[in-house]
Nanobody
Framework: VQLVESGGGLVQAGGSLRLSCVVS??????????IGWFRQVPGKEREWVAC???????TYYSDSIKGRFTILDNQKNIVFLQMNNLKPEDTAVYSC??????????????????WGPGTQVTVSS
């Protein structure tokens, strides 16, 4: 299983970005995986942002981004994180990760077994 993120960059506060997570090594419908998005700022712990279980399209969001971010997929091999109304505090390295099945604690990085290298998102004020 491999994951590669893209779509990060510099954006002004109030702007939008769409991150992509290209997944390979398993099939969206045949294999039961949950894909999560996390973000991390230097010196801080990795923070869970959102996740989706690919077999039933269930989605979950952290309170810090609820209503502004949306996780969706192309039902083939890409999971997106649509980020609207971005704030300076959203600045971080964003990573996607894969977990088999439905993690008991979807917000916990330890539940995920495969990770992408990350993409930098910088929101200027």
């Amino acid at each position: 299983v491999q994951l590669v993120e893209s779509g990060g960059g510099l954006v002004q506060a109030g702007g939008s970005l769409r991150l992509s997570c290209v997944v390979s090594g398993f099939t969206f419908f045949d294999d039961d995986y949950t894909i999560g998005w996390f973000r991390q700022v230097p010196g801080k712990e990795r923070e869970w942002v959102a996740c989706t279980r690919l077999t039933d399209d269930s989605t979950y969001y952290s309170d810090s981004i609820k209503g502004r971010f949306t996780i969706l997929d192309n039902q083939k091999n890409i999971v997106f994180l649509q980020m609207n109304n971005l704030k300076p505090e959203d600045t971080a390295v964003y990573s996607c990760a894969a977990a088999r099945g439905r993690p008991f604690r979807p917000w916990a990085p330890a539940e995920y077994t495969h990770w992408g290298p990350g993409t930098q998102v910088t929101v200027s004020s």
